[in-house]
């Protein structure tokens, strides 16, 4: 069958499956009002959970710094070239010390945290344990890497243990991925556990905050914070781009990973640094959502009171 064919047919099939994709036309947002395809909607869609990106105040106050300074547009090169802006050194900084870290390291996005970290850091004698509902970025860093990968069922951390019992005397390093507050349903995992069963088998944890950070924890530092774990994981990561209303990632992590991912980790190494007005902005909402301690009170409230109304509708 020729080429163009197949792609026909295969996305025939994704159509009679109700799998097809289409972009949105989404011709207005504002706050939590959304006109999709012409209707206007309430956005229960979006990740800006604290409202950052539509606070006006600060976008102005923001833009108006921003053109005091000579910063270019574009980063125009990668981080290990010329594109390494000092606004990196001082947003890398910022997230080390309000973690109490020894280091942190900034990413594109998450996607690109999650499909490089992984590959970095595990070998073929390696093997990584991946909760059965990790987002596809996680799924897909684990296809990439090449230590074998086993899944365990959802938040079954009994099953976790009995992979991990069976495992860590075949294998160099065991590394547990986990997401904190999982993506597609706003389940928790126990990172209490996660931590002890790490201990226990000597492995090496990685959680990935993303929908996380800025709505858990005292200074939004997500739920490795709220459940005093932030000491205990070996690498946090967490995106810009949902509560924190800018673009990009992060991880915290001791300085050895550090140096060993910027020397190994192809995602960071190969690809164009931000913009100096992403760091900029990135680093102002990190700083501003750690004092945002009612607005994060008031998220929990809706989010309980949204999933009471949608158990009475069910
Ligand atoms: C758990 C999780 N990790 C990573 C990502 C990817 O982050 P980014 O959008 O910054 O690429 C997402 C969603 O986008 C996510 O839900």
């Known amino acids: 069958m020729q080429f163009y064919e197949r792609i026909r047919q295969e996305l025939d099939e994704l159509k009679s499956l109700d799998r097809y994709r289409v972009l949105p036309d989404i011709t207005a947002r504002n706050e939590k009002d959304i006109e999709v395809n012409g209707q206007l909607l309430l956005n229960l869609s979006s990740n800006d959970y604290l409202g950052l990106g539509d606070d006006n105040a600060m976008r102005e106050g923001y833009w108006n710094q921003f053109r005091k300074t000579s910063h270019a547009m574009t980063s125009s090169s990668s981080r290990l070239l010329t594109g390494n802006h000092p606004l990196y050194d001082q947003l890398e900084k910022t997230l080390a010390t309000i973690y109490g870290r020894q280091s942190a390291m900034v990413f594109n996005s998450g996607y690109h945290a999650n499909i490089g970290i992984l590959p970095a850091l595990c070998t073929r004698h390696d093997l990584v344990l991946s909760d059965r509902l990790n987002h596809a970025s996680i799924i897909d860093g684990m ?24 495992a860590c005397d075949r294998y160099r390093q065991i590394f547990i991925v986990t997401e904190s507050v999982f993506s597609m ?11 002890a069963l790490k201990e226990k088998y000597g492995a090496f944890l990685i959680v990935d905050e993303a929908h996380g950070v800025g709505v858990f924890g005292e200074r939004g530092l997500g739920l490795c914070e709220a459940t005093r774990m932030v000491q205990h994981i070996d690498i946090i990561t967490g995106t810009f781009g949902k509560a924190l209303a800018s673009t990009g990632a992060y991880a915290v992590m001791s300085s050895l990973v550090r140096e060993y991912l910027l020397n190994t980790m192809r995602p960071f190494i190969f690809t164009t640094a931000l913009p100096p007005v992403i760091l900029g902005w990135s680093l102002l909402t990190l700083e501003r959502q750690t004092s945002m301690t009612h607005q994060r009170a008031a998220l929990l409230q809706l989010a309980s009171r949204l999933a009471s109304a949608s158990t009475y509708g069910s």
């Open 143 to 166: 296809k990439i890497a090449e230590a074998p990968y086993q899944r365990y069922r959802h938040r079954d951390y009994d099953h976790l243990e009995e992979l991990l019992a069976g």
């Open 185 to 195: 349903d706003g389940d928790l995992a126990d990172l209490s556990q996660l931590v």
